[in-house]
């Protein structure tokens, strides 16, 4: 088929369009640096070749633009990436990435996990459920969480002593703090224990 004209769009795209055939859309770079230019013949394997390294370098580039708002896993940068390119070109880019160390689950998970322990003093069992939502591995979920110091009651406490200090005088106050701290994913023997910390009555002795 012939390639009848190559116009620019919008976010650095071309639209090419065919002699007899559906126009389609290819990244600027993709189709600078390939061997096709308007008026030229393309056959329905090279076209899909176009294709194919158009959605690559589409993806990659989004895979860096994300990269460089914050740092991913593995697993969640790949689904970001759905969006621009099928599965299997957004777990190549996705590897590439890995390999070149632009990727690494286990400094990605030991360093979320600090972070939400010693700024939103999440407890082990809440930083569990954040890891695995982003597609960390059991096993370097367990090995980011070994590395954390200081035990649940102990950011219970903390929490306590920041947020919730003025609230512990009463029943139906301590009660919220109680169910505050369980959403937050405390077990209720951390909450006891920090509150006997700061001297709160059991109710439910």
Same mark, same amino acid.
């Given at each position: 088929?012939?390639?009848?004209?190559?116009?620019?769009?919008?976010?650095?795209?071309?639209?090419?369009?065919?002699?007899?055939?559906?126009?389609?859309?290819?990244?600027?770079?993709?189709?600078?640096?390939?061997?096709?230019?308007?008026?030229?013949?393309?056959?329905?394997?090279?076209?899909?070749?176009?294709?194919?390294?158009?959605?690559?370098?589409?993806?990659?580039?989004?895979?860096?633009?994300?990269?460089?708002?914050?740092?991913?896993?593995?697993?969640?940068?790949?689904?970001?990436?759905?969006?621009?390119?099928?599965?299997?070109?957004?777990?190549?880019?996705?590897?590439?990435?890995?390999?070149?160390?632009?990727?690494?689950?286990?400094?990605?998970?030991?360093?979320?996990?600090?972070?939400?322990?010693?700024?939103?003093?999440?407890?082990? &069992? $809440?930083?569990?459920?954040? +890891?695995? *939502? =982003? #597609?960390? %591995?059991?096993?370097? !979920?367990?090995? @980011?969480?070994? /590395?954390?110091?200081?035990?649940?009651?102990?950011?219970?406490?903390?929490?306590?002593?920041?947020?919730?200090?003025?609230?512990?005088?009463?029943?139906?106050?301590? &009660? $919220?703090?109680?169910?505050? +701290?369980? *959403? =937050? #994913?405390? %077990?209720?023997?951390? !909450?006891?224990? @920090?509150?006997? /910390?700061?001297?709160?009555?059991?109710?439910?002795?």
């Amino acid at each position: 088929m012939k390639i009848i004209e190559v116009s620019r769009r919008r976010r650095q795209l071309y639209l090419l369009t065919f002699e007899g055939g559906e126009p389609i859309e290819v990244d600027v770079r993709t189709f600078d640096e390939s061997p096709y230019n308007e008026g030229c013949n393309i056959t329905e394997e090279q076209l899909n070749g176009l294709l194919a390294a158009s959605q690559y370098n589409r993806a990659r580039e989004r895979a860096l633009y994300l990269l460089g708002l914050r740092d991913y896993a593995c697993k969640e940068l790949e689904q970001k990436l759905y969006a621009e390119a099928p599965p299997e070109t957004a777990a190549a880019v996705v590897e590439r990435l890995r390999q070149v160390g632009l990727l690494d689950d286990e400094r990605y998970a030991a360093r979320l996990a600090r972070s939400l322990s010693e700024g939103k003093r999440y407890p082990r &069992r $809440r930083i569990e459920q954040e +890891l695995r *939502r =982003r #597609g960390i %591995s059991s096993l370097l !979920i367990q090995a @980011a969480i070994s /590395e954390l110091e200081g035990e649940d009651y102990e950011q219970a406490l903390a929490l306590l002593q920041k947020k919730y200090y003025n609230k512990l005088n009463d029943p139906d106050s301590r &009660r $919220r703090v109680i169910a505050a +701290l369980a *959403r =937050r #994913g405390f %077990s209720y023997g951390a !909450i006891r224990r @920090a509150m006997d /910390e700061m001297g709160a009555p059991d109710d439910e002795e």
